[in-house]
């Protein structure tokens, strides 16, 4: 274990033997890191939280502080990450409440970069990209592979669908479908995210299919209700379709508070 001298690690803190541990960083009790993670100088780790493997934190960010939450009153809440994020310098991520999911989640291979910040109760998947400064309110969800641009933000209660792309200084008020590329304040959609359903390997034929069914959704005229039988009825041959058919039908006390991009 590579740990500077003027690092405090509490007697709590489970670190692997294999941590690295930059000068005057802090870790604090029920923390625990797994093998492989890098945290550099001057950063603050508060817990409870719990790290996964191969992890890159930089210098001034703080994992797993209190959430900004006025009812928010010292109760043990959690913070989990997965394996092989990278957080750099200034992002700042919250631990849950117990209004929510008592924790923040954050899976794997993800990149917060400068600034970024996640709220409490966020549940966030894999491979998304989190540009400069990038926001998520308390109690957001956030899909694999979404890419928020810089200046960005997610208001509270929204959710964002996987393979979706968030422009930068666009603020997302409802929720976001899979592909959809959302641009504006507030957002709106705009087309879809082609470049990165490209890079991740969809097909020219899938990708027609989900530029027909964003025609279908947003550019025909139907009603809600009307689009979504349509996709539903072209998801039984189209399985790329499933995502978005499954996000459209959610039901939930949120959904009916917020709605989706329309």
């Known amino acids: ?3 500077h001298p003027t690092a405090i690690i509490h007697p709590r803190a489970n670190l692997d033997s294999s941590v ?3 000068a005057y960083t802090v870790i604090g009790p029920d923390v625990s890191i797994a093998a492989g993670c890098k945290i550099g100088p001057h950063v603050v780790i508060e817990g409870p939280t719990t790290i996964g493997r191969d992890n890159r934190i930089y210098q001034f960010a703080s994992i ?21 994020n990278s957080f750099r310098e200034n992002c700042t991520i919250n631990r849950g409440t117990t209004k929510d999911r008592f924790v923040t989640r954050i899976a794997n291979d993800n990149l917060f970069m400068a600034g970024t910040h996640v709220g409490h109760d966020c549940v966030i998947g894999s491979n998304c990209v989190f540009a400069n400064y990038a926001t998520l309110g308390g109690h957001v969800e956030v899909g694999d592979w979404v890419h928020m641009g810089g200046f960005s933000g997610i208001h509270q209660f929204c959710k964002v669908g996987s393979h979706a ?6 603020a997302v ?25 490209k ?8 990708i027609r ?22 996709l539903e ?3 039984e041959t189209q399985p790329e379709l499933v995502p978005l058919v499954a996000f459209l039908n959610e039901t939930s006390p949120r959904r009916e508070r917020v709605g989706i991009v329309r």
């Open 209 to 230: 299919n989900i530029r027909e069914a964003y025609k279908i959704l947003y550019r025909s005229g139907r009603k809600l209700v009307e689009a979504i039988a349509e």
């Open 1 to 3: 274990m590579a740990i």
């Open 233 to 235: 009825r072209r998801a």
């Open 64 to 84: 797993g502080a209190a959430p900004q939450d006025l009812k928010y009153k010292g109760e043990p809440t959690r913070l989990e990450i997965g394996d092989r």
């Open 199 to 206: 890079r991740r390997g969809f097909t020219p034929e899938q």
């Open 173 to 197: 008020t409802r929720d976001v479908p899979p592909y959809v590329m959302a641009v504006g304040r507030p957002a709106e959609p705009h087309s879809v995210n082609v470049e990165g359903l």
């Open 20 to 22: 690295e541990v930059g």
């Open 165 to 170: 792309f968030i422009a930068n200084n666009t």
